[in-house]
């Protein structure tokens, strides 16, 4: 089952929009994340395979409580053992810091 608890007790990133440059440095530090859509539709995702059915949905679950600590909700699509995970920031019209920060965490979930 994932740790989100101490994974989610460090204070959240600031929310402000990133910029060309960061959205580079953090997406290189953070393997199987990728760029998805334009403009202000832009996000960051990674697809998460898990053993099943069931395990895809306690991941899921793991980070909408992670989402909930961070108060920033990002996208989740659940097909069979897979959990598809996008965080964005739509009210900055593109990426924040916190996007990055949120996707470290998540991946931390599944360590």
């Known amino acids: 089952m994932p740790q989100a608890k101490s994974v989610a007790s460090a204070a959240p990133a600031a929310r402000r929009p ?11 530090q953070l393997p ?3 760029l998805d859509g334009d403009g202000a539709a832009v996000c960051i995702r990674k697809s998460f395979t898990c053993s099943n059915f069931q395990d895809a949905m306690a991941f899921a679950h793991a980070v909408a409580w992670l ?9 989740l699509r ?7 995970v996008r965080w964005s920031s739509p009210d900055l019209a593109g ?7 949120a996707a470290a965490r998540t991946d ?3 360590a």
């Open 78 to 84: 659940i097909a069979g053992r897979c959990c598809e």
């Open 67 to 75: 989402a909930q600590c961070l108060s920033h909700q990002p996208e």
């Open 18 to 28: 990133a910029t060309a440059t960061e959205v580079v440095s953090q997406l290189s």
């Open 32 to 34: 199987g994340w990728s």
């Open 95 to 101: 990426l924040s810091i916190m996007d990055f920060d």
């Open 108 to 110: 931390a979930l599944q």
